[in-house]
């Protein structure tokens, strides 16, 4: 089994920053491309930043200058950056990784269960 867990949302003031962070663990062997989603209220679930595991990165237009996506492969964990918050940026923030078990040649996608993050104007 394989959990990914995230953690740093919150209520910030448009143009502050906050930073969320993603762990994954369980019986991993490797993880290719992770990845941050957001889901504004009402909306569609939206691709916020991808980084592969040779650290390739890659943001949605609106994000771009503004987040960072990084990753730590010892830890199993990806994280996300984000500066110069707006309040279009409200939203929950789901990661997602691509996942090779132990003992298994398929890759699985899992996805967190969300964190919250809202910028007040």
């Known amino acids: 089994q394989v959990q990914l867990v995230e953690s740093g949302g919150g209520l910030v003031q448009a143009g502050g920053s906050l930073r969320l962070s993603c762990a994954a663990s369980?019986?991993?062997?490797?993880?290719?491309?992770m990845a941050w989603y957001r889901q504004p209220p009402g909306q569609q679930r939206e691709l916020v930043a991808t980084i592969t595991s040779g650290g390739a990165t890659n943001y949605a237009d609106s994000v771009k200058g503004r987040f960072t996506i990084s990753r730590d492969n010892a830890k199993n964990t990806v994280y996300l950056q984000m500066n110069s918050l707006k309040p279009e940026d409200t939203a929950v923030y789901y990661c997602d990784a691509d996942v090779r078990r132990l003992y298994t040649t398929n890759v699985v996608r899992y996805w967190g269960q969300g964190t919250q993050v809202t910028v007040s104007s």
């Open positions: 369980g019986n991993i062997f490797s993880i290719n491309t």
